[in-house]
């Protein structure tokens, strides 16, 4: 059984930094597609970045472009998401979601078409 365990959320102040890691087990997602999408209170979940296995590379939200980058490390089925200079509208649950299809550009932003999700991890950034 597929679990995604993630963690390093927590609270910041404006202009700092944090890092989420997200660690699959029970399967492996070497060809698939893996990432980042966060939830605000009160509002739609919505993507933030996502690491395409097999030459498809990073993607990023408009948001968070610039700012966030995401890595990946094959042998141990991990995705890193590496937050620089945050804002206070980057406070949300971040969760950890996986496919081991790897996704075509015009779907990677789609929630729908991922089979995996963590249980999220809460980021805070203060003003």
């Known amino acids: 059984q597929v679990h995604l365990g993630e963690s390093g959320g927590g609270w910041v102040q404006a202009g700092g930094s944090l890092r989420l890691s997200c660690a699959a087990s029970?399967?492996?997602?070497?060809?698939?597609?893996m990432g980042w999408f966060r939830q605000a209170a009160g509002k739609e979940r919505e993507f933030v970045a996502v690491?395409?296995?097999?030459?498809?590379?990073?993607v990023y939200a408009d948001a968070v472009k610039g700012r966030f980058t995401i890595s990946r490390d094959s042998a141990k089925n991990t995705v890193t998401l590496q937050m620089n200079s945050l804002k206070p509208e980057d406070t949300a649950v971040y969760y950890c979601?996986?496919?081991?299809?790897?996704?075509?550009?015009?779907?990677?932003?789609?929630?729908?078409?991922?089979?995996?999700w963590g249980q999220g991890t809460q980021l805070t950034v203060s003003s």
């Open positions: 690491f395409r296995w097999s030459g498809g590379g990073a």
């Open positions: 979601a996986a496919t081991t299809s790897r996704l075509i550009l015009s779907r990677v932003r789609d929630g729908e078409a991922y089979d995996y």
């Open positions: 029970g399967g492996t997602f070497s060809s698939g597609t």
